[in-house]
Nanobody
């Protein structure tokens, strides 16, 4: 069992930055690929970024590439999402996810966090 708790959401103006953090319980954190998804009102849950178990291989949705950076610390059981140059369309609830498979996929995620709201004003 893995519990995920996100923090760091809030309100920011367009062009600003936020850093989200996800803290995981359990001693098997390094066994999971980790990811971030988001869900805007009236829309489905959308992939944002993910990172391999080792932390060596990050990958991103095209919509955030070059603006967001995902990182993990297996010693601290944390995964972070640094978000720069934020746009109003980035407004959503952001969810941390753990997937026991090599690739994080919304259909195969094993554990979800409770979500944290990010609001970007224009």
């Amino acid at each position: 069992q893995v519990q995920l708790v996100e923090s760091g959401g809030g309100l920011v103006q367009a062009g600003g930055s936020l850093r989200l953090s996800c803290a995981a319980s359990g001693r098997t954190f390094s066994s999971y690929a980790m990811g971030w998804f988001r869900q805007a009102p009236g829309k489905g849950r959308e992939f944002v970024a993910a990172i391999s178990r080792s932390g060596l291989y990050p990958y991103y949705a095209d919509s955030v590439k070059g603006r967001f950076t995902i990182s993990r610390d297996n010693a601290k059981n944390t995964v972070d999402l640094q978000m720069n140059s934020l746009k109003p369309e980035d407004t959503a609830v952001y969810y941390c996810a753990a997937d026991s498979r090599a690739i994080v996929d919304v259909l195969t995620v094993d554990y979800w966090g409770q979500g944290t709201q990010v609001t970007v004003s224009s």
